[in-house]
Each structure stands twice: as structure tokens, then as C-alpha cells.
């Protein structure tokens, strides 16, 4: 062997395998799908609800568990019309499921992570709406298409433009119309009204609206008592004795998840109810749950057209039947609320992607989600608030009953979009305070 051919090995050596270094840093920066969109022919999409806590039982689980059997339908393709094609934009749905529970500065991070570490491509999310004007200014920052699915102050859409986020759900301005027009239509001779309602922005948007909308609608109506305990208080003893001497006919509260039960058995157990009419604007969900502990009489809200009040169709057959087989109890409120996000989300991106021809960027999902009417198992939706961001529908209250060991609602009414959402650009606050202008109940 000669003295140079060794360096001369080993120099070929290096060569080599700098070779199949470069080769393969090229295959995988061919085969690494880009962070906001997959490649692999999945959508992966954040889903944030309550897991645990006092509003899991009630709200959150039903939602997650709404999610989970229409994402299985959407991705078998087994939805019915106009849903029954496979995926979003025929992409698979890949879920991430995040806890809702911990306050609005702990989402915040979570919504962070799911965009910045979990590199999803959509947000479905949010109960509380502390957690949404948290998360709200967030969703512009980071630009990524984010959709609310229920909490419900109206404020997210009436003191913000947004590009990237939306809400598939009513405000709860509708909810408080409408039930401050269902207790006038059902007691036209109402004399006095009291409320109790959660410390923070939901708690106190609901009270307004109600209390401005019997103030308009009925001027003569005498206020009692106006309670305001912390959320998630969780006793209300204090609060059950003053609404008991002040003696209101009409007792309002958008009180939801355990607070809202937590209320009703306090209240059961002094005859609070049997006594004074109490409206509870959220208090579908606890329908079934608390079947024999909710007085008859009691006026119950879904937030919309969902649970006992969807109007039929196949997609409110679908829903029902399949969530029964599964999980063994109706759908309330809050799994309608999730279906119709997804199923909302699921018609932008369809109909961005039939528009384009190809899969959709996400700013020609917004551009699709904008304004957008479609279908949901509560029935038609319309995008026509927030500059086509927020939803509007109809609504329904009812009162409840429980004769023969079965849960129902009665003396149903319902009342049109138009006659209980402000026309878009007028805030509610502006609407209730100017007479309800251009309501139309027909």
C-alpha cells in the first residue's frame, strides 16, 4: 500500500457521506407537511370545552361528545345532506381536545400551544365567555380561523371587527328578548321581576337586555332584587332568602352548567319556584338531569332552536338518534351547539374548495364562512351579524313538565330572528334602549 492511499480513503469517505447527508436533509424537507396545513390529507382542528370542572358534566362532556360522533360521521362521509361527502374540503378531520377549565389567561396559553406547537388549522371552541374576550383579540394576532361555538355576550362581535374569527351560535341578547317577550305574552299583567345572574361579562350582558326589554316592552314592571354572585359560587343560600322576601312574580337568571343546578335544587329544597315563576335561560341542560327537581311551570331557554325545541329534519333525526344509541341520553343545548360549529365550519370550507377547485386556503374558508347560510340541526343559519361573522336564528321557550316520569316542554312559543337580534351595525345595548326598533315578530 502507498504511503497517500489511506488520506485518499479516507478523503472519498467523507465525501460520501456528506453526499447522503445532503440527500437526505433533501427528502425530508420535500416530506415535511407546512405547520398551518397538512399535507397528508387531514385538517387538524383544536376543539377546546369544558373537561372538567362544575360546567363538564352539563355542558362541556355533551359538546366533546357531539364532536366526537359528527367528526366520525364527516369523516365516513355518513352525515346527511348536505354534509354526506368525506372530511372538510375532503381533508380527515384530526381532532385535538383541549380542557376548557382554568380562566381566561390559561386558555390563552392553550390557544397559543394549539396554534404554535400542535400546529392546527382551525379552532373550535369556548363556553365561557370570559375565556372568549380573552381569546378574542389572540385569534387576530395569530391569524388562524378560529370559531366560537356558544358563549354567548354580545360585545365579542358589537366592539370588534374580525377576519379570522366567527361564532355559529346566537348572542345572548336573542336569549333575553325573546324570554322577557315570552313572560309578557304568557302574563300580560306582570307586576315585578327579580334576577340573579353570574358576576362577570355573561351574567351581566343577560340581566341588561332582560331587564331592558321588560323596561321597554312593559315600563310599569317593578324590579325587586338583583343578585350577582361570583361564578362558580357554587351556594347560594344568601341570594335564595332575598329573592324569597322580596316576593317577585318572575325570577330571571342565565345562570349555566353547575351553577344553574346548583341553584335549582338550592331553590327546590325552600320551594323558591313552587312559589315565584323562575325563567332560566340556559336551563335546557338541566332538563333531563334534574328532571325531578325543576318545578313545573319553570321557563327554560336553549340558547336557539336546540334540544327540546330543534324543529325536525333529517339532520335533528340524526343527531338524536345517534347520540341516543351512544351515549344513552337526548342531545341538549350544548352538543347542538358543537354539531352546528362543525357542520358550519365544514360548508364554508366545501364551499370554498367547490369555488376554487381546488383545497381551499384559509382565507378562502373565511372568505366562504362570511355571510354564509346553512344548515344545522336546529335548523337554518345565517351569518348576518359581526359583518357576516356572527349567527342569528330563531328562538323558543317553553315551560316545563313532568308528568308521567316524562320530561317535557309546554305553551311553546317561538320567535322569529328578526324579532329579537338587533339588525347588524346597532348594538344591542343601542337596540333595547331605542324601543326594539325594526323588530319584526311576524
Known amino acids: 500500500m502507498s504511503q497517500d492511499s489511506q488520506p485518499r480513503k479516507n478523503s472519498r469517505f467523507h465525501l460520501t457521506v456528506f453526499a447522503l447527508i445532503a440527500m437526505l436533509t433533501a427528502v425530508l424537507s420535500v416530506g415535511t407537511p407546512a405547520p398551518a396545513q397538512a399535507e397528508d390529507g387531514t385538517f387538524k382542528l383544536g376543539l377546546v370545552t369544558f373537561l372538567s370542572g362544575g360546567a363538564a358534566g352539563p355542558f362541556g362532556v355533551p359538546a366533546r361528545n357531539a364532536a366526537e360522533l359528527v367528526i366520525e360521521a364527516i369523516n ?19 381532532p385535538i381536545i383541549i380542557d376548557e377549565a382554568g380562566g381566561g389567561t390559561k386558555q390563552v396559553g392553550e390557544y397559543r400551544n394549539l396554534i404554535q406547537r400542535k400546529n392546527v388549522d382551525a379552532v373550535i371552541g369556548y363556553i365561557s365567555s370570559g375565556d372568549c374576550m380573552a381569546i378574542a383579540p389572540v385569534v387576530e394576532e395569530l391569524e388562524t380561523l378560529t370559531v366560537f361555538f356558544d358563549c354567548g355576550t354580545p360585545r365579542i362581535f358589537e366592539d370588534n371587527k374580525y377576519k379570522y374569527l366567527f361564532r355559529t351560535g346566537p348572542t345572548s341578547t336573542m336569549d333575553n328578548v325573546a324570554a322577557a317577550r315570552y ?13 340573579i345572574n353570574q358576576n362577570y361579562s355573561f351574567g351581566k350582558d343577560s340581566w341588561a337586555d332582560f331587564k331592558g326589554s321588560i323596561q321597554t316592552l312593559k315600563p310599569s314592571v317593578e324590579f325587586k332584587t338583583e343578585q350577582f354572585p361570583k361564578i362558580y359560587a357554587g351556594q347560594y343560600g344568601a341570594e335564595v332568602s332575598s329573592l324569597m322576601l322580596e316576593k317577585a312574580e318572575v325570577i330571571h337568571s342565565s345562570f349555566w352548567g353547575g351553577d344553574m343546578e346548583g341553584l335549582v335544587l338550592q331553590g327546590a329544597a325552600r320551594g323558591l319556584f313552587d312559589d315565584f315563576t ?32 330543534a324543529p325536525k329534519s333529517p339532520l335533528n333525526d340524526w343527531l338524536r338518534k345517534n347520540f341516543m344509541a351512544r351515549y344513552g341520553t337526548p342531545p341538549t343545548y ?109
Open 278 to 309: 323562575g325563567v332560566f335561560t340556559c336551563g335546557e341542560t338541566g332538563m333531563f338531569r334534574l328532571a325531578d327537581q325543576i318545578a313545573e311551570g319553570t321557563i327554560l331557554g336553549a340558547r336557539g332552536p336546540f334540544g327540546v325545541y
Open 183 to 195: 313572560v309578557l305574552d304568557i302574563n300580560p299583567d306582570l307586576k315585578s321581576v327579580s334576577g
Open 334 to 442: 350544548p352538543a347542538y351547539k358543537m354539531a352546528q360549529a362543525l357542520m358550519g365550519l365544514k360548508a364554508a370550507a366545501d364551499k370554498a374548495a367547490a369555488t376554487a377547485g381546488k383545497k381551499p386556503t384559509q382565507d378562502e374558508i373565511i372568505a366562504a364562512f362570511t355571510g354564509l347560510e346553512f344548515e344545522g340541526p336546529g335548523g337554518t343559519v345565517k351569518m348576518a351579524l359581526g359583518n357576516g361573522h356572527q349567527a342569528v336564528q330563531d328562538m323558543y321557550y317553553g315551560q316545563y313538565s313532568n308528568k308521567n316520569g316524562k320530561p317535557t316542554m309546554t305553551n311553546v312559543k317561538r320567535y322569529p330572528a328578526d324579532c329579537v337580534n338587533p339588525p347588524d351595525g346597532v348594538t344591542s345595548t343601542e337596540w333595547i334602549k331605542n324601543g326594539l326598533k325594526q323588530a319584526s315578530c311576524k
Open 76 to 94: 365516513k362521509g355518513t352525515l346527511p345532506a348536505p354534509y354526506n361527502s368525506i372530511g372538510i374540503a375532503g381533508q380527515a378531520i384530526e
